[in-house]
T-cell receptor, first 112, second 115 residues
């Protein structure tokens, strides 16, 4: 059983609000990821981290930011939410490059 | 730049028929490769992975995949489809570059299984 948690599971928020999506893992994994996925569609990598204080942007341009101050925690922040940010956000983690990634249950964000 | 392509966004087979889901990658160095399955309203689950050992990899639920370097492919197969196999399937590539662990996914293939 993978121990990676995302909160909240569902979030409805107004345009212009600042939000932070939380992701935590208890497995000591060095790699962590954020993906954006619309229902039934592909996963777009928006941010990833390969260790504390080491983050990279993914292939999909995103207005969000991330931080990795602690190994187990990888929050994603939107400074000003817009309806175009409505989507599902998936967090994942793994150890090294050859192992499988474990996924959280996702946060379904709706911006109205 | 490294990439992964899944040919066919939708595949429909009859129950009991062969399942073939295609995945091709682009990388200067053979990457680590994965297949994941996603059932409706659920998270992603690993089916199998290739990490430079045997080129034919067996996974869960009767699935297997073969790594072919010459074709830069990692197609997923199952000899006989079951109704419960209906789901979204994703091929993923772990880029082998400086231990950054970049992990990218293909566009996904929806598998429909008809009775």
């Amino acid at each position: 059983e993978a121990d990676i948690y995302q909160t909240p599971r569902y979030l409805v928020i107004g345009t212009g609000k600042k939000i932070t999506l939380e992701c935590s893992q208890t497995m000591g994994h060095d790699k962590m990821y954020w993906y954006q996925q619309d229902p039934g569609m592909e996963l777009h990598l928006i941010h990833y981290s390969y260790g504390v204080n080491s983050t990279e942007k993914g292939d999909l341009s995103s207005e969000s930011t991330v931080s990795r101050i602690r190994t187990e925690h990888f929050p994603l922040t939107l400074e000003s939410a817009r309806p175009s940010h409505t989507s599902q956000y998936l967090c994942a983690s793994r150890w090294g490059e050859s192992t499988e990634a474990f996924f959280g249950q996702g946060t379904r964000l709706t911006v109205v | 730049a490294q990439s992964v392509t899944q040919l066919g966004s939708h595949v429909s087979v009859s129950e009991g028929a062969l399942v073939l889901l295609r995945c091709n990658y682009s990388s200067s160095v053979p990457p680590y490769l994965f297949w994941y399955v996603q059932y409706p309203n659920q998270g992603l689950q690993l089916l199998l992975k290739y990490t430079s050992a045997a080129t034919l990899v067996k996974g869960i639920n009767g699935f297997e995949a073969e790594f072919k370097k010459s074709e830069t492919s990692f197609h997923l197969t199952k000899p006989s489809a079951h109704m419960s196999d209906a789901a979204e399937y994703f091929c993923a590539v772990s880029v082998r570059s400086g231990n950054t662990g970049k992990l990218i996914f293909g566009q996904g293939t929806t598998l429909q299984v008809k009775p």
